[in-house]
């Protein structure tokens, strides 16, 4: 079965301090990789995604994510945090066997405070 | 910029009634999504539209049905509310498989 597992409920980081939220997949075959992120009281935003090419993704706001195929994980990452950043961050994966619907399986969801 | 919105941000339903949720995209996008979003279970799919009067069930599609007379529009139905199914309810649209989906701001229900 394919799953998404976001590791950590909780990241604290301190301002101006790099950060890593992590995630792990299991998929058959080449995986479709997203990540989206949902301040409070409001819809996710997406803010990256690898389908294929270069490892390392580059998104909204600053953020990053890298893909490793051996380590079957797809972490997102920031050079230095800001106190704007604090959010509920959600990783997910298309589903490959889903035919037309392309959904995406989501992980749990991992919420990020950046302390000032 | 796309935009999806949702009729309600906050919605208070006694249990047996019918609720509806509506969902508006602008972007004439073919897919729309009906998820749930609660705490520790990350979002659960509900019902899938790939076209007009095209659905498919999601993973948790029980006690839910949708309707999609237009492109734009896709409504989720609660024929009977059950404290079960309070929830945050999120709308979804997106052009094809590989895209991004573009969520709607939610719809906080509470079913008592």
């Known amino acids: 079965a394919q799953s998404v597992a976001q590791p950590e409920d909780q990241v604290n980081v301190a301002e101006g301090n790099p950060l890593t939220v992590k995630c792990t997949y299991s998929v058959s075959g080449n995986p479709y990789l997203f990540w989206y992120v949902q301040y409070p009281n409001r819809g996710l935003q997406f803010l990256l995604k690898y389908i294929t090419g270069d490892n390392l993704v580059k998104g909204s706001y600053g953020f990053e994510a890298e893909f490793n195929k051996s380590q079957t994980s797809f972490h997102l990452k920031k050079p230095s945090a800001l106190v704007s950043d604090s959010a509920l961050y959600f990783c997910?994966?298309?589903?490959?066997?889903?035919?037309?619907?392309?959904?995406?399986?989501f992980g749990q969801g991992t919420t990020l405070q950046v302390k000032p | 910029d796309v935009k999806v919105t949702q009729s309600s941000r906050y919605l208070v339903k006694r249990t047996g009634e019918k609720v509806f949720l509506e969902c508006v995209q602008d972007?004439?996008?073919?897919?729309m999504f009906w998820y749930r979003q609660d705490p520790g279970l990350g979002l659960r799919l509900i019902y899938f539209s790939y076209d007009v009067k095209m659905k498919e069930k999601g993973d948790i599609p029980e006690g839910y049905s949708v309707s999609r007379e237009k492109k734009e529009r896709f409504s989720l139905i609660l024929e009977s509310a059950s404290t079960n199914q309070t929830s945050m309810y999120l709308c979804?649209?997106?052009?094809?498989?590989?895209?991004?989906?573009?969520f709607g701001p939610g719809t906080r229900l509470t079913v008592t």
């Open positions: 997910a994966v298309r589903d490959r066997g889903s035919g037309n619907t392309g959904k995406l399986i």
């Open positions: 972007m004439d996008h073919e897919n």
């Open positions: 979804a649209s997106r052009t094809g498989t590989l895209d991004e989906q573009y």
